[in-house]
């Protein structure tokens, strides 16, 4: 169902057609209006009992004067119930209210007066007129048919009250009458116009989520709430990170025969798997590289123990992995790598810490987070490294240093070896 169906209100009752976005609006309208409804329906219960004393200096003692009394404790007992029957409630509770009571006044006027012998009418007994329309205009989520039922029961008991006062004409029944109309019609616009509005605002906002949550979809949690943060600004900065470099052995030969449609969703299984590990343990993606993925820990946001983080993460990928490698045989997707030689999927990773600079990189057009310095070439080395030493997951010096205990007495040295752009020899340790 598209939006404009969803926010398509009724041009007779003015409600939205979809029951959940009426729903949402009357939700809307209670959380907004509510504090309103909630001092009105002390100042009316007032009102009543202004109205019973009234009554009672007019008339003398009677039963009718508990009339107003007992409307002011029923409206009482609704302004003190629960804000979920409240919300749903409010405006057909009013609306009985106020026709009823309005049934009490004609009574009052036409009978109990008249057998009291007081043909004067006094602003008390048009007191419930100004808070008719207060009452109109703020509290009733509108419907317009019952609308006009309650406005033309209104008028026909009011009109002959009207008449019994002295020079009253036809033609001020009829100004009463012309003024329930507008009264009505600019009601039924002021709702139309008001659902309209709330429409386009959750329209706005859940156009506004969905961008959010692609936004996080494409850069992860951690980074896209810092975009929003900084407006999209995230200009360089040097940061002390970890950064890994994973990579699918014999990639090449494991997609080749399959159809485009089997390596993306092979891919993306993998992917959301290894993505699940690494949002974990705190890491972020900086980019996906083929089948590879880039790694780093301790930026955008800065982490402790980033480099021991970074190795549990690798430990806990490749345990992963042989996880999903028996799900692979299971479902025999393995099928496509097992026919050509290929026993089982294995990943290499490679590991290094130090100094980069993060941020927004790119053109004015297009751009992208991402790091750069040495440690990315390292890091990226050393992945290849891993068939040099027959290991899976390597790492540097610098990394070997930072282990805790547990981690440092499960590492091991392979070796050494000479990285392009590096002086002297690289120490190389795996896990």
Known sequence: MDNQQIARIDRYTCKFENPVMEEKYINHLWVNRSKVINFLLIIFPIIFLFDSYDLYSRTGFSFNIFGPV?????????????????SKYHGVFVGTVFASYHSFQMYVMLIVMKDANVTALTPGDLVLLPFLGVAVFTLFPFNLIPSIGFFSFFALTIAPVMFSLPGVTTSHIVFIILTLVLLVYNKWSREKGSRSDFAKTVSIDDTKNLMQKTLKRYFGDVLSDKILSDEGALSGENKWVTLSFTDLSAYSTIIEHMSPKVAVEFLNEYFTSMHDVIEEHGGHILNYIGDCIMVVFGAPEEMDNHENQAIKCAINMREKLVEMNTKWDESELSRYWSNHGI??????????????????????????YSAIGDVVNVASRLEQANKEFGTDIAFSKEIYTALTKELNSAAKSEGSINLKGRDGETQVYSI
């Open 343 to 368: 026993e089982k999927i294995t990943a290499r990773t490679g590991i290094h810490t130090g100094s980069i600079i993060a941020g927004n990189i790119g053109s004015e057009r297009m751009l992208q």
């Open 70 to 86: 007992i409307f002011a404790l029923i409206t009482l007992s609704f302004r003190f119930a629960g804000d979920e029957l409240k």
